[in-house]
């Protein structure tokens, strides 16, 4: 693998709309990130992810645009975002922002000139089709629920395609010269000051045509998009396309959202000329998944995250570099997902801190990750913005079951949970806005908060930011940016634990997860203790004593394995 800028950096996500709010109207701006950037340099960031801040009219929070030149008003001006690529380079930091071009907004020009001339220029931008006697081309199933046909505003017999939601039409990649103007946008913003992109839901944008019907699925006669997904072939002819016209030119940082890529895909889609610098591992956030919908998900234990984790690491090998994360906008808390109910507590969160940053790849934290927020408790669906937890709700409902478990199911898989805003004090609204926030701020802020953690030694931010300065120490750098991956332990229960290994070092990383403590076995001899989520580290005769959610890492002598 080519070494490349990016491989030692620390990553963030920022979801504007709940970052930082410096106007008073309940929505975060980009002067709110203007400002944080200090706090993310001192974090140890070096790249930011912005989740889309384009004109939008925020059908599905902004992943619905409007116009890809311009920054939506309630975000700020051209100008912030202008200052923000400058600030950020006075830091030697890195902006990316999200691409977003598998649909547009239904209130992009594009569009709406589509439908005033279907059969024009603008017409084939989109999947626009003719239907009789009310027979949809096909019965595939939206993601956020109902099919994927919607009648063309001003047209009785034509239906446009949406895989998303209706208010996000799908562009039409067959079609040249939409993708001609996708790259002279993606271009117009590299050429501005931008690092590079994070690539929406990219797998997507290859449909497999002629559209036909699969097996219904659920009652509502429709099937899942996944079906069409597996058909669907040559997206890499496209991702070719754009990696050679934008990203190449510019040697620019992306990092695509692909979900069911095949394994013999890898090298095509993160090796060394990929078409993608690098991708999410998201083995752990699909695992359990139902088709049926969130009501009939299975959850996570240790062991299987483990699992999931290590089964991308090993089939990652040398070939690319993978993007680690434990939770994004789209997720809910990864603490209150990985970590079993109850059993949260700043030294188990310390711990998943450990095991997922230090694993081969490039880690990433998302906004509030990095003082342990956690998910939010609902009192009513009334409550709830994402609309895919509400079309789940939905779903759950009309399969029988009942409203408060329906409730507890958005709990514990809805997307707001990581997306209410950013506790950082304790004061009213948790200092997000002087305003009315836009989505409800979890009640346990007056706990959780930046200013109650930010200097003390023993808080999860100061781990946080000792992770991303032991990553990046000189000493054990190469090891732990390119060192291969070799599991450890692997079939005791309750443990995490891994080696990072290059010719000339080894450092193990060995969490008990579980409150019970463990005594493990250690594979060699220890040098140094180069990290520990709590004081006491007791290694005698060559074992660790470890504690509940004990997480330490070591550097070894001559290591046997
Ligand atoms: C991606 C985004 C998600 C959005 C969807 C449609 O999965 O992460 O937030 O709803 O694409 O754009």
Redesign the pocket.
């Known amino acids: 693998m080519k070494k490349q800028w990016w491989h030692g950096k620390t990553a963030y996500q920022i979801y504007p709309k709940s970052f930082f709010d410096t106007n008073g109207d309940g929505i975060g701006d980009l002067q709110g990130v203007i400002r944080k950037l200090d706090y993310l340099k001192d974090l140890g960031v070096d790249i930011v992810w912005l989740s889309p801040c384009y004109v939008s009219p925020l059908a599905?929070?902004g992943?619905d645009i409007a116009d890809y030149y311009a920054i939506d008003p309630r975000f700020g001006t051209m100008e912030d975002m202008d200052q923000l690529l400058a600030e950020a380079k006075k830091r030697d930091m890195y902006i990316l922002m999200d691409l977003?071009v598998?649909?547009c907004s239904d209130e992009h020009e594009w569009f709406k000139k589509a439908c005033e001339d279907p059969f024009g220029k603008y017409g084939k931008y989109f999947y626009i089709e003719q239907v009789k006697d009310g027979k949809l081309p096909c019965n595939w199933r939206s993601y956020f629920g109902g099919p994927v046909w919607e009648k063309l505003p001003g047209h009785d017999d034509l239906y446009y395609l949406h895989v998303?939601h209706k208010k996000?039409p799908d562009l039409n990649w067959e079609n040249p010269e939409l993708r001609e103007e996708i790259y002279k946008m993606m271009n117009w913003w590299l050429d501005r000051g931008l690092a590079g992109f994070r690539i929406?839901?990219i797998i997507n944008i290859k449909k497999a045509l002629p559209f036909k019907d699969y097996p219904a699925d659920r009652e509502d006669g429709l099937c899942s998009v996944h079906n069409m997904l597996h058909e669907a072939k040559g997206v890499g002819v496209f991702l070719g396309e754009m990696r050679d016209r934008t990203f190449k030119p510019h040697n620019s940082f992306s990092v695509g959202?692909v979900f069911n890529e095949k394994e013999e895909e890898l090298p095509d889609f993160i090796g060394d000329d990929g078409y993608f610098s690098s991708m999410f591992d998201f083995a752990e956030t699909v695992f359990g998944q139902s088709g049926d919908g969130w009501h009939a998900s299975s959850g996570i234990t240790p062991d299987d995250y483990r699992n999931c984790v290590f089964a991308t690491q090993r089939k990652i090998g040398q070939i690319g570099y993978i993007s680690n994360i434990i939770e994004?906008?789209?997720e809910p808390r990864g603490v209150s997902r990985y970590i079993p109910e109850g059993e949260a507590t700043p030294a188990a969160k310390k711990m998943l801190a450990t095991v997922y940053f230090l694993l081969r790849g490039l880690p990433w934290i998302y906004q509030g990750q990095e003082i342990g927020m956690e998910n939010i408790k609902l009192n009513s669906i009334d409550e709830v913005d994402d609309i895919?937890s509400i079309d789940n709700y939905k779903v759950a409902l009309a399969a029988g079951v009942s409203e408060k478990e329906a409730l507890h199911m958005i709990e514990l898989y809805g997307?707001d949970n990581a997306r209410t805003p950013f506790q950082w004090n304790a004061s009213e609204n948790a200092g997000f806005t002087t305003g009315t926030p836009w989505l409800r701020v979890n009640p346990n802020y007056t706990q959780i908060n930046l200013a109650a953690q930010k200097d003390d030694p023993d808080s999860i931010f100061q781990y946080y930011r000792a992770l991303s300065r032991l990553r990046k120490d000189p000493a054990y750098q190469e090891t732990l940016v390119y060192g291969a991956f070799i599991p450890y332990l692997e079939d005791h229960h309750n443990v995490m634990a891994y080696l990072r290994r290059t010719d000339d070092q080894t450092i193990l990383v060995i969490a008990n997860y579980q409150t019970q403590p463990q005594t493990l076995p250690l594979p060699g001899k220890v040098n140094r203790i180069l990290l520990a989520n709590t004081g006491n580290v007791s290694i005698q005769n060559g074992q660790i004593d470890l504690e509940g959610y004990q997480a330490v890492v070591l550097e070894l002598g001559n290591v046997i394995q």
Do not use: K, L, M, P
Request: aromatic share 12%; net charge negative.
């Open positions: 599905d929070q992943y977003v598998n649909h998303f996000q929406d839901a959202e994004n906008h789209d895919s997307r």
